[in-house]
C-alpha cells in the first residue's frame, strides 16, 4: 500500500454527549460507593434547562440522583451563559428503576465464579505499538491519531480548569489525521483540528477575525504544541482552530446529549472494531464494560511482551453464561518471527480468564472508579491511583506470555 491518512476524533467532558456520559459514570460511582456489588445501567439525556435519567438498578443503598446531577454539571465546568445547564437551577427527572428480576437471574449464581454475563454481545479490545517510538508517548500501545486527540481534549480541560485560557468554555472537540507509509508506519501528524466553546470577547477586539486570531494562537501555543511531539509536527501540518469562526454558544444549549454516543472516541479512534456496546452507567457485570477493558488489558499485555506488534482480540457473551462463547485473536500479520496467532491464542487463554467474575476480580472492578473514564479516553491512560486498572502491565503476566 502507498503512503495513506488515518483519522480519529475526540471531545471534552463538556461536549453534551460526554456531559451525559460523566452524570452516568458518577451516579454509578455514586451507587457503587456505598454497595460495590450494586447492579447498574444508567443513562442520561441533556438538553437545554433538563437532565433526565434513566435506567435499571439494584442495590441496598441509596440513589442521591439530583445532588449527584448537579455536582456533576458543576465540576464540569457548566454554567447558565455557557451551556443552558445551569447546576443552581437545573430541572433533574430521574426514572431510574428496580432491575428486571430475569435479567438478575441470569447474572446471579450460588458459585460466584460462575457468575452469568449481564447480556449478550461481542466485544473488542485492542493494542498497538505505532505509539512506542515517541518517548512522551511511552506506555500507551495506542494508535496515534486517537491518542493525540484524547490527549488534545484532556489539554483543553486541564488549560480551561487551570485558568491559563479563562475565556474558554467546557464544550470542544478535536480531531487529529495521521499519514503513514507504504509499510504501515505512522510518520507526521497532516493535520490538527480544534473547536474549543469561547467566551463573546468582541468587546476586547476589533472584529470577529482579531478574536478568532488570538484563539488560534492561544490554542496553538497552550494545547495543541505541548501535547504533539514536535518531531510528528512540520510546516505543512495544517492547523485548524474553530473552523466556523466563532463558538459561543455550546454544551446543551446548543445540542442535546445522550449517554453512549461516543463509543469510538472512546475507544480506538475507529483504528479498531468496536462491538457497538457503551461504557458508561453501567456497572462491570456487564460484559460490554468489562470484557472490553480485559481484552484491552489482554491485547496489551500481547503487544507489550513483544509476540505481535498489534493486536486485537474479540469476545463473545450469552446473557446468563458465564464462559465467552467464542474468543478471536488477530494481529494483522504482525506476530514476532516463528509465532503464529494460533499459539498467541493459546497463551492469551492460558494467562488471562475472560469469565465475568474473573475479570472483575483480577481488574477489581466493582469500586468507584469509573467518573475518571468518562471524557478523555478509556485507554491509553495513566494508571494514577486506582483508575484505568486495565492499563497497568503485569510482569507476572508478561512473562508467561514470553514463556509460553
Same mark, same amino acid.
Given at each position: 500500500?502507498?503512503?495513506?491518512?488515518?483519522?480519529?476524533?475526540?471531545?471534552?467532558?463538556?461536549?453534551?454527549?460526554?456531559?451525559?456520559?460523566?452524570?452516568?459514570?458518577?451516579?454509578?460511582?455514586?451507587?457503587?460507593?456505598?454497595?460495590?456489588?450494586?447492579?447498574?445501567?444508567?443513562?442520561?439525556?441533556?438538553?437545554?434547562?433538563?437532565?433526565?435519567?434513566?435506567?435499571?438498578?439494584?442495590?441496598?443503598?441509596?440513589?442521591?440522583?439530583?445532588?449527584?446531577?448537579?455536582?456533576?454539571?458543576?465540576?464540569?465546568?457548566?454554567?447558565?451563559?455557557?451551556?443552558?445547564?445551569?447546576?443552581?437551577?437545573?430541572?433533574?427527572?430521574?426514572?431510574?428503576?428496580?432491575?428486571?428480576?430475569?435479567?438478575?437471574?441470569?447474572?446471579?449464581?450460588?458459585?460466584?465464579?460462575?457468575?452469568?454475563?449481564?447480556?449478550?454481545?461481542?466485544?473488542?479490545?485492542?493494542?498497538?505499538?505505532?505509539?512506542?517510538?515517541?518517548?512522551?508517548?511511552?506506555?500507551?500501545?495506542?494508535?496515534?491519531?486517537?491518542?493525540?486527540?484524547?490527549? &488534545?481534549?484532556?489539554?483543553?480541560?486541564? *488549560?480551561?480548569?487551570? =485558568?491559563?485560557?479563562?475565556?474558554? +468554555?467546557?464544550? /470542544?472537540? @478535536?480531531?487529529?489525521?495521521?499519514?503513514?507509509?507504504?509499510?504501515?508506519?505512522?510518520?507526521?501528524?497532516?493535520?490538527?483540528?480544534?473547536?474549543?466553546?469561547?467566551?463573546?470577547?468582541?468587546?476586547?477586539?476589533?472584529?470577529?477575525?482579531?478574536?478568532?486570531?488570538?484563539?488560534?494562537?492561544?490554542?496553538?501555543?497552550?494545547?495543541?504544541?505541548?501535547?504533539?511531539?514536535?518531531?510528528?509536527?512540520?510546516?505543512?501540518?495544517?492547523?485548524?482552530?474553530?473552523?466556523?469562526?466563532?463558538?459561543?454558544?455550546?454544551?446543551?444549549?446548543?445540542?442535546?446529549? &445522550?449517554?453512549?454516543?461516543?463509543?469510538? *472516541?472512546?475507544?480506538? =479512534?475507529?483504528?479498531?472494531?468496536? +462491538?457497538?456496546? /457503551?461504557? @458508561?452507567?453501567?456497572?462491570?457485570?456487564?460484559?460490554?464494560?468489562?470484557?472490553?477493558?480485559?481484552?484491552?488489558?489482554?491485547?496489551?499485555?500481547?503487544?507489550?511482551?513483544?509476540?505481535?506488534?498489534?493486536?486485537?482480540?474479540?469476545?463473545?457473551?450469552?446473557?446468563?453464561?458465564?464462559?465467552?462463547?467464542?474468543?478471536?485473536?488477530?494481529?494483522?500479520?504482525?506476530?514476532?518471527?516463528?509465532?503464529?496467532?494460533?499459539?498467541?491464542?493459546?497463551?492469551?487463554?492460558?494467562?488471562?480468564?475472560?469469565?465475568?467474575?474473573?475479570?472483575?476480580?483480577?481488574?477489581?472492578?466493582?469500586?468507584?472508579?469509573?467518573?475518571?473514564?468518562?471524557?478523555?479516553?478509556?485507554?491509553?491512560?495513566?494508571?494514577?491511583?486506582?483508575?484505568?486498572?486495565?492499563?497497568?502491565?503485569?510482569?507476572?503476566?508478561?512473562?508467561?506470555?514470553?514463556?509460553?
Amino acid at each position: 500500500m502507498s503512503k495513506y491518512l488515518f483519522t480519529s476524533e475526540s471531545v471534552t467532558e463538556g461536549h453534551p454527549d460526554k456531559a451525559c456520559d460523566a452524570i452516568s459514570d458518577a451516579i454509578l460511582d455514586h451507587i457503587l460507593s456505598k454497595d460495590p456489588n450494586a447492579h447498574v445501567a444508567c443513562e442520561t439525556l441533556a438538553t437545554k434547562g433538563v437532565v433526565v435519567v434513566s435506567g435499571e438498578v439494584r442495590t441496598n443503598g441509596s440513589t442521591e440522583v439530583e445532588k449527584v446531577v448537579k455536582q456533576t454539571i458543576k465540576d464540569i465546568g457548566y454554567h447558565k451563559g455557557n451551556s443552558g445547564v445551569d447546576p443552581e437551577d437545573v430541572q433533574v427527572i430521574s426514572m431510574l428503576h428496580e432491575q428486571s428480576l430475569e435479567i438478575a437471574q441470569g447474572v446471579d449464581s450460588d458459585d460466584i465464579s460462575e457468575q452469568g454475563a449481564g447480556d449478550q454481545g461481542q466485544m473488542f479490545g485492542f493494542a498497538t505499538n505505532e505509539s512506542e517510538s515517541y518517548p512522551s508517548l511511552q506506555g500507551s500501545f495506542m494508535p496515534l491519531s486517537a491518542l493525540l486527540s484524547q490527549a &488534545l481534549v484532556r489539554q483543553l480541560t486541564k *488549560v480551561r480548569s487551570s =485558568g491559563l485560557i479563562p475565556w474558554a +468554555g467546557a464544550d /470542544g472537540k @478535536s480531531l487529529v489525521t495521521v499519514e503513514y507509509d507504504a509499510s504501515d508506519k505512522p510518520f507526521r501528524v497532516w493535520s490538527v483540528v480544534i473547536a474549543i466553546q469561547h467566551e463573546d470577547m468582541l468587546a476586547k477586539f476589533d472584529s470577529e477575525e482579531a478574536e478568532h486570531d488570538f484563539i488560534v494562537e492561544e490554542i496553538k501555543r497552550h494545547v495543541i504544541y505541548p501535547v504533539i511531539p514536535t518531531e510528528l509536527l512540520d510546516e505543512n501540518t495544517d492547523i485548524i482552530v474553530n473552523g466556523t469562526g466563532r463558538f459561543v454558544e455550546g454544551g446543551p444549549a446548543a445540542d442535546a446529549g &445522550l449517554t453512549g454516543r461516543k463509543i469510538i *472516541v472512546d475507544t480506538y =479512534g475507529g483504528m479498531a472494531r468496536h +462491538g457497538g456496546g /457503551g461504557f @458508561s452507567g453501567k456497572d462491570p457485570s456487564k460484559v460490554d464494560r468489562s470484557a472490553a477493558y480485559s481484552a484491552r488489558w489482554a491485547a496489551k499485555h500481547v503487544v507489550a511482551a513483544g509476540l505481535a506488534e498489534s493486536c486485537e482480540i474479540q469476545l463473545a457473551y450469552a446473557i446468563g453464561v458465564a464462559e465467552p462463547i467464542s474468543i478471536l485473536v488477530s494481529t494483522n500479520g504482525t506476530t514476532a518471527n516463528g509465532i503464529s496467532e494460533d499459539e498467541i491464542a493459546r497463551r492469551i487463554f492460558a494467562v488471562f480468564d475472560f469469565r465475568p467474575w474473573a475479570m472483575i476480580n483480577d481488574l477489581n472492578l466493582c469500586r468507584p472508579i469509573y467518573s475518571a473514564t468518562s471524557s478523555g479516553g478509556h485507554f491509553g491512560r495513566d494508571p494514577v491511583g486506582d483508575t484505568f486498572p486495565w492499563e497497568r502491565l503485569d510482569e507476572t503476566r508478561l512473562s508467561a506470555l514470553r514463556n509460553g
